[in-house]
């Protein structure tokens, strides 16, 4: 069973940056268009970045829009999101999960964006 371990959050100050990292256990990670997902509590979890296995991104969402950019790293079973100019309403629990979030999900990186 594939797992994925988040890390990279933290507190950070309006206009700031943070980057992201997700490890998956397994073999089968460069097999899966991956993506990152954030949520806060009582909303439904938001998908904010996609990559394909080949490490081409796929449509952001406008909220995260010239801001988010996600990567991979194929031989590192890695994927990451690094966030730009922060505002408060991207303050969330992020994770990352293939494209339809079909794995079980992992603990998440807590981002809190405030000054």
């Known amino acids: 069973q594939v797992q994925f371990v988040e890390s990279g959050g933290g507190l950070v100050q309006p206009g700031g940056s943070l980057r992201l990292s997700c490890v998956a256990s397994?073999?089968?990670?460069?097999?899966?268009?991956m993506a990152w997902f954030r949520q806060t509590p009582g909303r439904e979890r938001e998908r904010v970045a996609a990559i394909t296995t080949g490490g081409s991104p796929l449509n952001y969402p406008d909220s995260v829009k010239g801001r988010f950019t996600i990567s991979r790293d194929n031989g590192k079973n890695t994927v990451y999101l690094q966030m730009d100019s922060l505002n408060p309403e991207d303050t969330a629990a992020y994770y990352c999960?293939?494209?339809?979030?079909?794995?079980?999900w992992g603990q998440g990186t807590q981002v809190t964006v405030s000054s």
């Open positions: 999960n293939r494209f339809a979030g079909s794995i079980t």
């Open positions: 397994g073999t089968a990670f460069r097999t899966y268009t």
